[in-house]
């Protein structure tokens, strides 16, 4: 699941990402707020998709032996395109850095996301 979770992402499928996760998913965002709910997570994508251009690579998921939980770490391969709120001016910077994410799998679905990078790395790479 989560791999066909990365796939989609990867493809920029967000319909079959939202078609993974449970209708009151737990969206954890790097440093940031929790967010609750599939058209939170829908809107986060939409967000994503103006801003950013992403691809994950060297993914890597282990599971406990029940599936419910879940971890994955993988190298973020990106382009800054639109200037994100907050963050510094987009300038079609180029950026790679390790990330990973824990999940919660309940009901064959995706229950919660939490995302992680390192911040302080990105604004690094994108001239902050």
């Known amino acids: 699941m989560v791999l066909s979770y990365y796939a989609a992402f990867n493809r920029a499928d967000w319909s079959a990402m939202l078609g993974l996760l449970g209708a009151d998913v737990v969206h954890d965002l790097n440093q940031g707020a929790r967010e609750i709910g599939r058209d939170a997570f829908a809107a986060f994508l939409q967000r994503m998709a103006r801003h950013y251009r ?3 690579r060297d993914i890597v ?6 599936g419910a939980r879940a971890g994955a770490e993988y190298m973020v391969h990106g382009e800054y395109l639109l200037t994100d709120p907050g963050l510094p001016d987009a300038r079609g910077q ?3 850095l390790p990330g990973g ?3 919660e799998i309940r009901d064959g679905k995706i229950q919660r996301v939490t995302n992680y990078y390192n911040l302080e790395q990105w604004m690094a790479m994108v001239g902050a």
Do not use: H, W
């Open 94 to 96: 180029r950026y790679a």
């Open 54 to 56: 992403e691809q994950l």
């Open 61 to 66: 998921v282990m599971a406990s032996p029940d």
């Open 101 to 103: 994410a824990f999940f």
